[in-house]
C-alpha cells in the first residue's frame, strides 16, 4: 500500500499516523520528494481499512498494490480450487453444464427435464423454487414445495441440485441441495454470506449487476473467511446502457477471474441476454473464454414456462449446444496456475 | 397494456391468448393493420405478468401503457405521503434534515453529535449499528449495541432515530427504532421488503447502485402491498463510469418520483459524492430540485471516524448548509398533486 | 409505428395529426380502447421524425415496430454482405484477420509487423497514422508520413490497409489506403460519414464507447444513404462502471448484429481490454460468437511501442492465437440469412 | 508521478527507464521496501505519456498525482476565467441564460424567440443551424440558411449567438458567431478541437455522452493548448442504464469541475431530461449546485417545433423559470479561487 501524503502535513499528524500504522504491524518506507512525500507501507495491508486512512487530512490519495482479498486471491494459492459434489467436478479443468428451468413448476415438469439435460451432458440441475421478481404482484415461485420437487428430480436422476436461497429464514429447507446459489441482488447481502460461510457445502455467487469483479471476489472473502472455501463464480451479465440485451455479459471476466483466483468461474448466457437465440453463441464463447461451466435455463415448453421463458431453450436445442461446446473446448485450454 | 402481434400469427395460438387475457378480467380490443395485429388490454394489467406474454411466440412486443406499482402509484393517490413520526413530519411540503455519524462509535460521540445536530434543526438523527462493509475485515459497526447507544442518544435529544436493517434476524433489535432503513445493496432483498411489510413504522429504502426509478417503485410497492404505507424513498447515487465521485448523484430522480408517486424522496448527497467537499452544492441542489429532505453525514471529528470520514461534515458545516437551504425551500417549490 | 394517444385527445388536434401523417404517405389504422385510443402506422415509417409525433400534446407515447434503418437491415437484404479488397474477402463465411501495431513508427518497424502477421495469417495490415489521443501532449501519430509507411508496407507484403481517418481535411491521403477506419470516438460525426458515403471504398466504423447498436447501425446508415454499400462494423468495447478491463467488451453484440443486418460484424479484443493478456481468450471469444474477424494489435516490441503497448500482443502470439481460431471456426458456424 | 515496480526488476531495464525519465527533466526519487519498488518522478509531468510507463515489463503500476492539464488546471490558474462577448460576461460570478430553439426554422420563429428570451432575461440566444441528428432520415438543420437566420437574430436583438459546428468545413460560416458550440458527440474529435484553438473565439464544448471529467478538460486543454484560452465547459447529462430520463445529468459535475478548473461550468438541463417537465427543477439545482449559466431550449410552439420539441419550454415559462433562478443565487455562493 502507497500513501502519498499532501504537501507539507502536519508533522504531528504524520507521527501519529506512522504510529498507527507501525500498531497494525506494518513497515513504513518514507521517501520525501520535492513536493509530495510518500509513505510505502510492507506487510499484510488488507487488513487496513482504506477509508480510515483516505479520510485523514494530511493524506492525498492512498493506493493498495496487493489485493484486499485474501482466501480467494491465486497469488496465495495458486492452484485451481475444485468442486466436488459427490463425484460430479467443477474447475480445474472440469467443464460442467448446470441446466434446467428457472422456475420448479410441477413434478412431472422439473424430472422431464431433468432427465432431459442429463442425457445432454448436464453435471448439474438448476430451478428456482425461491424466486425473486421485481414485483410483488408477479409469481414468486413454488418456494418449500419447488424445494422438494427439485429433490424429487435429484432421487430420479442422481444429478446434484443448484438453487437459490434468497434468506437466511429459508435456510432449514436447503439441507439436502447440494450447491447454495446467492443471487445478483444479494450479491452483497453481507449477513447471509457470512452465514453460508459457517456451511461446508458449495456456494455459487452470482455478480451483481453493478458488481465489480473486485467486489464480486470480497463477496466470496466473506464466505470463505467463514472457513467454508467451496465457492463457485458466476457472471450473468451487467447492467449497461445498452437494452437490446436484458443485460451486458462481460466475458472478459472470465479470464479475469481466473487470474486472479483459483475459484471457478461460470457463466449464465440465458440470464445474461434474456433472449433464448443467443444463448449458443454466447455458450459457445464462454467456453472459448476459458469458463469452468456454463449455467443454463431449459424448459421442455418454453411457451408456457411460468417465467423468463423467452430466455429458455429446448432440451433438443440444449443437446446441440452440449456437443458443440465440447467440441471446441480441447482447443481453448488455460493455464492460470 | 398494448400487445404488438408478429405477422400471420397462429389462428389456434391467438385465441388461446385471447382466452387467457380474458380469463384474467381483461378486456381486449384488436386492431388489425397491414402487418401488425394490435391487442389494447383494457383493466387492471398490474397483475398481468409481462414476461409470460412476451414469451409467447407469436407475440412481438409489449408495452405495458400503465404503471406496474399501484399503491405507490400517484394516479391512484394523488396526495402527497406525510411521514408523521411522533409530531415530526416529513413529506407533503415537510422538509426534514436527517443527520449524524456514518457510524454510531461510543455513547459520547453520538449524543454530541445529536445535540449539534438537533440545534442545527435536524428533525432526525441517523447513525450506522449494523454496517454493510465490502470487506468482511473492515468494522462491521457496534451491532445490538450500536442500536443501543442510538436509543440513548434519542432519549438525551428527542430526536427520532434512522438506522440500517440488514437481515430479519436483526428486526428484534428494532423495536424502538423509529424509522427502519434499507440500504442501497439490500433495494431487492424481496424477502426483507415483505416482512418490512407487515411493520407498522415508517420504512425509508435506499435505491440500489444500478437500480431504475421504476424498481425503486416495485420496493417500495413490495412494502406497501403488505400493508405499511409509510415508505420513504432516498436517492444516494447510481453506479457510473465517472469515477471522480464514489457514485453519480441522480437529482432528476427527485421530480420524476415526485411525480409518479405520492411517497416523500430524500436524497443522501454525502454516499453519493464520498466526498465532504461536495456536500454543501449537492444538498442545495437537492432542496432546489424539490426534494423532502435531506440525509447527511455529520461526525464531530471527520478526521477519526471510524468509518466513511471523507464524506463527514463537522456540525459547525451542517448549521451552515441547514441555514443556507432554509433560505432557498421558500423560492423552490413544487405541485405534484 | 404505434401512436399512443393520451385520455381524451383534443378532436382538432388529433385531426391534424392525422391528416400530416397520411400526407407522409402512411395508412392509419386507429383501434379505440375504454382509455387509449392507439393509431397503427402502416407505411414506410423509417422517414418519421419520432420526435415530431412524441412532441405532441395528445401523445402519450410512441413506439417503432420496423427498425429506422433500411440498407444495412437484414429484413430487407437477408443475404451476408461480403466485402471484397482485391480478393480479399471479408464477411458472408470468409473470417479475416486484421493485424499489425497501433501506431506506425518507422518503415522497418511497420514492414517487419506487416510481413509477420501476413506468414501468421492475417488478410489485412492495421496501423495507425493519425492518432486520437486524450491529451493534446501525446504523440498524435506520423499523419501523413505514416500512410506513406503504410503503402510501403503494403508493396511489400501486398496485404490491404486498414487505417483511421480523423478528420474530412485528411482525405487526400487515402486514395490508396483499401479500408478507411472511424474511430469510437467519431462514430457519430455525422458530416463525416455523409462524405465517406460518397466514396467507393469500405469504411470499418468502430463502436462508440456510449453507442448502442442500434446507434451504430444509424451510423452505416449514413453512410449507406450516400450510396457506400461496403460498411464493415466493429464491436471495441463500451463504457461501464468496470474499471479493471479499459472498456467492456460486449460479445453479444455480434449475434445481435449479425440478426439485425447482413453487414460484417468485427472484434476488437485488443483495445476492448487494453490488456494483451486478454487477447487470447478474447479472441477465441469473439470467433466462438461468429464474428466475421478479428482487429488485433501487433508489435514487434511491445515494450517499446509509442503507444497503447499494454495491449499489443507479439508476432508469436499472434501466430499461436490465430491457429488456435481457425481450430474453433468451423465448429462455430452460424446462420442468419 | 508515482511508478510502482515489480518484485525484482530487471537491473538493465530499470536503468534504461531512470535515464529515459531523466532525459525528459524529471528528478527520480526511489524508495526501495521490502517488495516493491517506488520511483517518485518531480517536475512537469503533463508531458509524460503514462501508457509508455505502464507498457514497461518491470512496471505494476502508475500513478499520476498532477492532472494531465495545465491550461485548464486551476492549481495553476486559479482566478476564473471570465468570458466576455461585447460586454456580456460568463463565469467569475456572472450568470448567464443561454436560450433559444433547438433548431432555427423561420426568420420570424428565431426573432420572436429571440425577443421573449431578452426580455426573460437571457443574455445569450442560442439554436441549431448545423444539427447532429442520429437517422440520415431526420431533419439535418437549416445549414447555412440558418446560421444567417441567427445572425439575423442577432442584428435584431443584439444577444451573441451561440450553435453548433459539427465539422471544420462548415467554419466559414462562422465568422459572426459569437461562441461556438462543440457538440457532445464530438467532445474528443481532436482535429476539430486542434484547430478551434487557433481561434479566438469563445469555444463552449459539451460533455460527451461517455466522457468523464477529466476527459472534458483534456478537450478543453486542447482547445487552450492552441491559444485560445476562451473555453465554456457544459454539462449535458451522460448515459447511464436509467432510462426515464434521456441521459442522467451529473450536477456533481459543477462543483468538481469548477474545483478543478478556472473555466466557466454552464448546465444544459433541456437536452440532459428531454423533457420540459423537468427543466425547471433541474435548472433550480444547476444554480443551486454553483453552475455559471443555463443553456435552455425555449420555443414559442414546442408543439409544432422541428426536432426536440418535447424539452422545449414556452417563453412564458422561461420568464418565470429565470426569474426564479436569480431569487436563489444569492444564496448559493461558491468560492474556488
Redesign the interface.
Known amino acids: 500500500m502507497?500513501v502519498?501524503l499532501k504537501e507539507h502535513p502536519n508533522e504531528k499528524q504524520l507521527e501519529n499516523l506512522k504510529n498507527w500504522l507501525g500498531s497494525l504491524g506494518l513497515?513504513i518506507?518514507?521517501?520525501?520528494?520535492?513536493?509530495?512525500t510518500?509513505l510505502?507501507l510492507?506487510g499484510d495491508t488488507?487488513?487496513v481499512?482504506i477509508?480510515?486512512i483516505?479520510?485523514?487530512?494530511i493524506v492525498?490519495?492512498v493506493?493498495r498494490?496487493q489485493e484486499?482479498?485474501k482466501n480467494a486471491n491465486r497469488k496465495f494459492h495458486p492452484k485451481d480450487t475444485v468442486v466436488d459434489v459427490g463425484g460430479v467436478k467443477l474447475g480445474g479443468g472440469n467443464f460442467q453444464f448446470i441446466a434446467g428451468p428457472c422456475s420448479v413448476e410441477t413434478e412431472a415438469q422439473i424430472c422431464s427435464i431433468a432427465q432431459s439435460v442429463k442425457k445432454g451432458g448436464a453435471g448439474f440441475l438448476r430451478g428456482g423454487a425461491f424466486k425473486?421478481?421485481?414485483?410483488?404482484?408477479?409469481?414468486q415461485g413454488l418456494r418449500a414445495e419447488g424445494i422438494r420437487l427439485l429433490l424429487e428430480a435429484k432421487k430420479e436422476t442422481g444429478l446434484p441440485i443448484v438453487t437459490e436461497l434468497?434468506?437466511?429464514?429459508?435456510l432449514e429447507y436447503f439441507d439436502d441441495i447440494d450447491v447454495i446459489q446467492v443471487g445478483a441482488?444479494?450479491m452483497?447481502?453481507?449477513?447471509?454470506l457470512?452465514e453460508l460461510g459457517h456451511l461446508r457445502k458449495p456456494i455459487l455467487i452470482k455478480r451483481?449487476?453493478?458488481g465489480?469483479?473486485?467486489?464480486l471476489l470480497?463477496s466470496a472473502?466473506?464466505v470463505m473467511?467463514g472457513g467454508n472455501e467451496q465457492v463457485i463464480l458466476c457472471e450473468r451479465g451487467?447492467?449497461?446502457?445498452?437494452?437490446?440485451?436484458r443485460n451486458?455479459?462481460?466475458?472478459?471476466a472470465?479470464?479475469?477471474l481466473k487470474?486472479m483466483t483459483h475459484l471457478p468461474v461460470v457463466i449464465d448466457p440465458s440470464h445474461?441476454?434474456g433472449k433464448a437465440?443467443?444463448v449458443r453463441?454466447?455458450s459457445?464463447?464462454?467456453?472459448?473464454?476459458?469458463a469452468d461451466g456454463l449455467m443454463i435455463e431449459v424448459h421442455n415448453d418454453?411457451?408456457?414456462?411460468?417465467?423468463?421463458?423467452?430466455q429458455s431453450i429446448t432440451p433438443e436445442a440444449f443437446d446441440a449446444l452440449a456437443e458443440?461446446v465440447r467440441?471446441?473446448l480441447p482447443?481453448?485450454q488455460?493455464s492460470y496456475e
Open positions: 502507497v502519498i513497515e518506507h518514507t521517501s520525501t520528494g520535492a513536493k509530495h510518500i510505502g510492507v488488507s487488513v481499512d477509508d480510515l483516505k479520510a485523514l487530512d492525498e490519495e493506493k498494490i484486499p482479498f425473486p421478481r421485481t414485483s410483488p404482484y408477479a409469481f434468497m434468506d437466511l429464514n429459508q441482488r444479494n452483497q447481502n453481507f449477513e447471509l457470512k451483481g449487476m453493478a465489480t469483479l473486485q467486489e470480497m472473502e466473506y473467511a451487467i447492467r449497461t446502457y445498452e437494452t437490446y440485451t451486458t455479459l462481460d466475458l472478459s472470465v479470464p479475469v487470474s445474461a441476454t437465440g443467443l453463441s454466447m459457445l464463447a464462454a467456453a472459448a473464454a476459458g418454453p411457451q408456457h414456462a411460468l417465467c423468463d421463458g423467452p458443440n467440441q471446441i482447443f481453448c488455460y
